[in-house]
């Protein structure tokens, strides 16, 4: 057991010295800056050149005047060979032309989010490392106290004499504000990594709100609201045009039964045999106010509501009676 303790305690033991301290300190801080400069930085080109190469882009091509079709088909080559081709694709395909104009019915932004970017984690690393750097500050400031600590205790066997006491304690306290220079260490690079995360979360806002607002440019937006506001009108207007024709309809049976029966009424009901004609006699109704009224065949659909309501009436009843 003894030797299972001195194997664990050994390394400990190690980090007592002052230069140790210091140096660990320094390292903690280099790691942190060249971390990020060997891996973040090139991380955040490579998201953010992208976004701002094809913003600048549409600006110029916003510029042009050019027709809305040949804009589209020219943004579509910018966006074909970048990762947010996939992106440009799902948004293009709810564009639509009318009248020289390009219509959207979907916003951009629910395509071009942050979130459905690749590569755009990399502040979530900045804020983690920062943690990170953090706690290995405080674990090497906590073993170098356990360091000095082992150093008063001797080797857990033999007491100390009053003057070996003394001199322990002098040291530990000599030593202990040397350790405490790797907590500082990780406390400057935990706020070093948190402002690398909020100016890498700032820039990637920035260029997705400079991106979007030139993608934007390109169409006029039509809001969900307008479009069921338009299909209300078309509804509206369809309901009042069947209104004028059920009107219509109306009219011709009631002025086509009165020529009927007001022109033909004793013919029909005379020789029987007419327009008929060999034994086909057709069934005559005769109305309450006494009007005969042909059995009608099934409506044929395709008359205009425009015209003489009387004659188009007339031309209603010929169609629908047979006369």
């Known amino acids: 057991m003894d030797r299972f303790a001195d194997f664990i305690l050994t390394?400990?033991?190690?980090?007592?010295g002052r230069s140790l301290a210091v140096g660990i300190a320094l390292s903690i801080l280099g790691a942190?800056?060249?971390?990020?400069?060997?891996?973040?930085?090139?991380?955040?080109?490579?998201?953010?050149?992208?976004?701002?190469?094809?913003?600048?882009?549409?600006?110029?091509l916003r510029g042009k005047e050019i027709a809305p079709e040949a804009a589209f088909a020219e943004a579509d080559s910018l966006f074909a060979a970048t990762e947010l081709a996939p992106a440009w694709r799902r948004y293009r395909s709810g564009i639509e032309f009318e009248h020289g104009q390009a219509l959207s019915y979907s916003d951009p932004a629910d395509f071009f989010a942050l979130v459905h970017l690749p590569g755009h984690s990399y502040p979530k690393w900045s804020s983690t490392l920062a943690g990170v750097f953090l706690t290995i500050g405080l674990f090497f400031t906590f073993v170098g106290l356990s360091a000095a600590l082992l150093q008063l205790g001797g080797d857990g066997h033999d007491s100390l004499s009053p003057e070996q006491l003394k001199r322990a304690v002098e040291g530990i306290l000599a030593v202990s504000s040397v350790k405490f220079i790797t907590s500082i260490a990780g406390i400057l690079a935990y706020i070093f990594w948190s402002v690398v995360?909020?100016?890498q979360s700032g820039a990637q806002t920035l260029a997705e709100e400079d991106l979007l607002r030139e993608i934007r440019a390109l169409s006029t937006y039509v809001a969900p609201e307008m479009i069921l506001r338009r299909q209300l009108r078309l509804a509206e207007s369809q309901n009042a045009q069947f209104g004028a024709l059920l009107q219509l309809v109306v009219q011709g049976f009631d002025i086509g039964g009165r020529n009927v029966g007001n022109g033909r009424a004793g013919a029909d009901n005379g020789d029987g045999?007419?327009?008929?004609?060999?034994?086909?006699?057709?069934?005559?109704?005769?109305?309450?106010?006494?009007?005969?009224?042909?059995?009608?065949?099934?409506?044929?659909?395709?008359?205009?509501?425009?015209?003489?309501?009387?004659?188009l009436g007339a031309r209603v009843f010929r169609m629908c009676c047979g006369r």
């Open 11 to 16: 390394p400990i033991a190690l980090f007592s």
């Open 32 to 60: 942190a800056l060249l971390l990020w400069l060997l891996t973040l930085v090139p991380a955040e080109r490579r998201f953010l050149g992208p976004l701002r190469q094809i913003a600048r882009a549409l600006r110029v």
């Open 197 to 199: 995360a909020r100016q």
């Open 273 to 311: 045999g007419g327009r008929d004609g060999g034994g086909g006699k057709r069934e005559r109704l005769a109305s309450a106010d006494g009007h005969v009224v042909a059995p009608c065949r099934p409506f044929a659909f395709g008359l205009t509501v425009t015209g003489n309501p009387e004659a």
